[in-house]
């Protein structure tokens, strides 16, 4: 198991995947009675079970302790201190594990999610659960392709962040997923740990209703950007204008001119995104060859199946997860989709 993966005090790391490995790669594998997990034996199986407190601080001042008005949080099970970020007030409101899957089943309803993954991080800050959802997404065609449903909920317990529930679709064929924020909307809902975080929580369970409205958007988005057939340069361009820094190249008689010599490592990964894009698993489907969809998905296939995530030199699917979900490549995905729409309304 990956440093980043949490143990509890019985030595158990905190990961549970049902019937086989997903589209993130992590977690041990179960194989429940009904192909699926309930959010019983999701908490059950991750060992989720811990709690969460607040640490009081205590400072000095002249040989005296005083209390700090400040807390940081500390994991019961294990006693460890999330010292990660910086302490916080009253005003933080703890969410524990078992809340957050309540919250999830809420937003789904009961025994309709289908729980894949749900496991923590590190010293037990960070917990993420993974759930499908009944419905999917068409891309009409030639070849109709199909685009599973997921919703993912991340919570932290350092303060660092919010609890977040982020719609993730994934391509069935090449386990791409398509994270991506267009409209001037994030593809994630937030719900801060304030005093009146639960009763949010508790009023949150219409999040399905604005997740098949995007299911829809996304449905339509999608298709129209796989009919939008796109040339060799355009491909060149859009992969510029996505991975490079605006004084590393100008776009000159619609070809990209370099002005400045690339790292070998930056040219490597244009090189691998580029042929992500036109070899990638499913990249020939004629919803995605040589479109806009596919420049998209091929992005997506590079951070899914070509890049490499290490910590040490070893392979670590949880910084690929963290990342791909919320961090540097799902902005990179997100700037990718921005590019796609942006040529298809200059056309």
């Given at each position: ?48 079970d811990y709690k969460v407190s607040k640490a ?101 317990h350092d303060g660092c962040g919010a609890i ?140 899914q199946n070509v890049k490499e995530y290490k ?37």
């Amino acid at each position: 198991m990956a440093a980043e993966i949490h143990f509890n005090s019985k030595g158990e790391g905190c990961f549970t995947i049902v019937n086989k490995p997903a589209w993130h790669e992590i977690g041990t594998v179960q194989f429940p009675k009904d192909k699926f997990m309930t959010s019983e034996e999701a908490i059950k199986g991750s060992h989720l079970d811990y709690k969460v407190s607040k640490a009081k601080l205590f400072g000095e001042v002249d040989g005296n302790h005083i209390k700090i008005p400040k807390y940081y949080m500390y994991n019961e099970d294990t006693k460890d201190i999330f010292f990660n970020g910086s302490p916080v007030t009253d005003q933080y409101t703890i969410v524990q594990n078992v809340d957050a899957f309540s919250f999830f089943d809420s937003i789904v309803g009961e025994g309709k999610a289908i729980y894949e993954t749900a496991g923590a991080l590190k010293k037990g800050e960070i917990i993420f659960i993974v759930a499908k959802l009944p419905n999917y997404i068409r891309i009409a065609g030639k070849e109709e392709e199909q685009i599973d449903n997921y919703l993912v909920l991340t919570s932290r317990h350092d303060g660092c962040g919010a609890i977040k529930a982020i719609q993730t679709p994934i391509q069935v064929v090449c386990n791409n997923t398509l994270n991506a924020a267009f409209n001037g909307r994030s593809d994630y809902f937030t719900f801060n740990h304030s005093k009146d975080v639960h009763e949010k929580l508790k009023q949150a369970a219409n999040l399905m209703h604005f997740v098949d409205i995007r299911t829809k958007e996304l449905e339509h988005v999608y298709t129209n950007l796989s009919k939008i057939k796109i040339e060799d340069r355009d491909i060149i361009k859009l992969i510029a204008k996505t991975f490079l820094l605006e004084d590393e190249f100008v776009i000159n008689e619609n070809k990209v001119i370099l002005t400045k010599d690339l790292s070998t490592r930056k040219q490597n990964i244009m090189d691998e995104v580029k042929d992500s894009i036109y070899y990638g698993v499913g990249q020939n489907l004629n919803t995605r060859a040589n479109t806009l969809y596919g420049f998209i998905s091929g992005v997506s296939y590079y951070f899914q199946n070509v890049k490499e995530y290490k910590s040490n030199g070893i392979a670590n699917p949880q910084k690929k997860f963290i990342n791909v979900m919320d961090g540097h490549e799902n902005r990179l995905l997100n700037l990718a989709t921005r590019n796609a729409l942006d040529f298809q309304l200059a056309m």
